[in-house]
Each structure stands twice: as structure tokens, then as C-alpha cells.
């Protein structure tokens, strides 16, 4: 397994929650790192990337959420905060080696792909 995330649960609206994503191999040695999500009966959507020290966001998550790496634990991190209803989703992390005119937000440039972790906001 390349990828694996974890830490997903039930939070209330409102609060915050961290999720995680530990790599191996290759796909740590990937240089971008992102997170996307998939609600029931939508499309997967990106979230966050993050590349060396640059970070995106989704419009969407823009200011609540954070995406992290760290070299050491060899793991990704997506602090988010400020949670509504609609965040609701399970969440994917993945990897992938790209240059600067590379399109993080599509899913079509990623390499490696966690096995997803569910997080439910309650409102």
C-alpha cells in the first residue's frame, strides 16, 4: 500500500477535525501531495495540495482548511476547521510527481491513491 489515510469520524458543524495520510515508497517521494473528497452521487473534487512548501486550496475550503506535510513521519495532514454539512464526504489522499504547469486539481494527475477516509458534519 502506498497510501494510507486515516482519522475520519463524526464532528459537529462548526468544529474542527484533522485527517491524516501516511506514504511509502514512491509515492512519498512524489512532490505534490493533495487531498479530494467524494460526496454521495457527486464527482471526486480537489481539496488541497501541497508542493515542497506551496499549498492550494479549493475555493470551497479556502481559509478553513490546511494541508500539511511532514518529511519525517512521511505523512500528510488536512487540518480542517470550521466544518459545515457539506464538507461531508470521504476523503482521499494522493500523490503524484508534477511540474509547475501542472493542474493539482485534476485527478488525472495523480499517481497514487489512498484508500479514503469518511468524515460525516452534523449540523
Known amino acids: 500500500v502506498q497510501l494510507q489515510a486515516f482519522g475520519g469520524g463524526l464532528v459537529q458543524a462548526g468544529g474542527g477535525f484533522r485527517i491524516s495520510c501516511a506514504a511509502c515508497?514512491?509515492?512519498?517521494?512524489?512532490?505534490?501531495m493533495g487531498w479530494f473528497r467524494q460526496a454521495p452521487g457527486k464527482e471526486r473534487e480537489f481539496v488541497a495540495a501541497i508542493r515542497w512548501s506551496s499549498t492550494y486550496y479549493a475555493d470551497s475550503v479556502k481559509g478553513r482548511f490546511t494541508i500539511s506535510r511532514d518529511n519525517a513521519k512521511n505523512t500528510v495532514y488536512l487540518q480542517m476547521n470550521s466544518l459545515k454539512p457539506e464538507d461531508t464526504a470521504v476523503y482521499y489522499c494522493a500523490a503524484g510527481t508534477m511540474n509547475y504547469s501542472s493542474d493539482y486539481a485534476r485527478v488525472d494527475e495523480y499517481d497514487y491513491w489512498g484508500q479514503g477516509t469518511k468524515l460525516t458534519v452534523s449540523s
Open positions: 515508497g514512491r509515492a512519498f517521494s512524489s512532490n505534490v
